[in-house]
């Protein structure tokens, strides 16, 4: 924790402020903390310190966003086809050419893996490591490697794809999280104070750690609340059967059906929620004065399903509300946020379609030291 939140911290350090202001976009800010920060639980420090690294992780995961987005509109037989066309682009007139950040990135994970090979065969450190030693935080790529490859209990090639769906998963949905928080405050200054003074008095008492972080209610509910109204995905718990399943209405779903629930709707229907299109940023720390269950970020329930639901809701939860928190602290504690543009600009961008939200990267925000 004290790691992730030192790269918080670097990250806001490489703001370009002229005149005490500097003038940035929303999505590029946040996703620009969350990939240093969050790549350092996925690489280690090295590497979240690295820009070409960053760059190339950032890059790709738009880049696979895109990509995926229109092979959903083509048949099955043409996606090989069309993703690797769309992926050799500068994809679809962005700068985020998806094969190429990933070259990059292959050439920084085949580096550090060689260097865990070399440790361990060398006698530098266990071949399997303490993951509960605190003082030597274990990055998620070296777990994968010591656990896995050095076991045969999957191939490197296997690693590094599931390093690369990890980044994306984690990375951008972090991002985006941050991001519409982010433009709601600067929406509704009236917010500030009572977040600022929580964060005083908590940070004052703890500092920046995960205790902290849990203690934090109001801003638990501030951001679950724009998770609430600004999810990444219309659609969650997406699942596929493996056999023919009858449902309790008499409706047979084949094997190989792929279903969802439809999130985007439910967390914005009145039988959920008293004026559920109205924004309440302490809406979910007055549920819990009522005694409802279920009302902090992480939390599971059918009608909050951001991570998804069941036995298969998002690991990661836990560390994307402490990553959130923290950062969301800072940048409170040390700027003055406000909307330069139109209040009313749409968090979506262009890119959006069917199920998928994409933010809107015009979107700027102008940020004032205090």
């Not at 292959?106 to 065969?121: N, S």
């Not at 023919?244 to 439910?266: F, M, R, W, Y």
Request: glycine share 6%; hydrophobic share 40%; aromatic share 10%.
């Amino acid at each position: 924790m004290p790691a992730m939140d030192q790269a918080i911290i670097s990250q806001l350090q490489t703001l370009d402020f002229k005149d005490g202001e500097c003038n940035i976009g929303c999505f590029d800010l946040a996703y620009s903390i969350v990939a240093r920060s969050g790549s350092f639980a996925l690489v280690g420090s090295r590497l979240s310190q690295n820009e070409e690294y960053l760059k190339a992780a950032k890059d790709h995961i738009l880049g696979m966003i895109v990509t995926t987005r229109v092979q959903f509109l083509v048949p099955d037989c043409l996606k090989p086809y069309i993703g690797g066309l769309i992926g050799r682009l500068a994809t679809l007139g962005t700068s985020w050419d998806m094969h190429a950040s990933r070259r990059i990135m292959l050439r920084h994970f085949d580096a550090r893996a060689a260097e865990y090979h070399a440790d361990i065969f060398a006698g530098n450190r266990p071949s399997e490591t303490n993951l509960d030693d605190t003082d030597n935080p274990v990055e998620i790529f070296q777990w994968l490697y010591e656990s896995s490859v050095l076991r045969d209990r999957w191939t490197y090639a296997e690693v590094i794809g599931e390093m690369l769906l990890l980044q994306f998963a984690f990375i951008y949905t972090t991002s985006y999280g941050l991001y519409g928080a982010l433009v709601e405050l600067a929406r509704r200054p009236e917010y500030i104070a009572p977040l600022r003074e929580e964060i005083d008095l908590v940070f004052s008492e703890m500092g920046p750690t995960v205790p902290a972080c849990d203690s934090m209610v109001l801003m638990d509910s501030f951001l679950k609340e724009c998770q609430r109204l600004h999810p990444p995905s219309a659609l969650s718990a997406h699942r596929v059967c493996i056999s023919d399943l009858e449902l309790s209405n008499g409706i047979t779903l084949k094997q190989g059906s792929h279903l969802a629930v439809p999130s985007g709707v439910i967390q914005q229907s009145s039988e959920h929620y008293a004026n559920p299109n109205a924004f309440d940023g302490f809406r979910f720390v007055k549920r819990a004065a009522t005694g409802a269950k279920d009302t902090r970020l992480v939390d599971l329930s059918p009608d909050y399903l951001v991570f998804g639901m069941g036995a298969h809701a998002c690991p990661g939860r836990w560390m994307a509300s402490a990553l959130m928190k923290l950062a969301f602290a800072h940048i409170l504690n040390q700027y003055e946020i406000l909307l330069p543009s139109s209040a009313s600009a749409p968090l979506t961008g262009s890119l959006s379609f069917e199920e998928f939200y994409v933010p809107n990267f015009r979107l700027k925000i102008a940020m004032r030291q205090r």
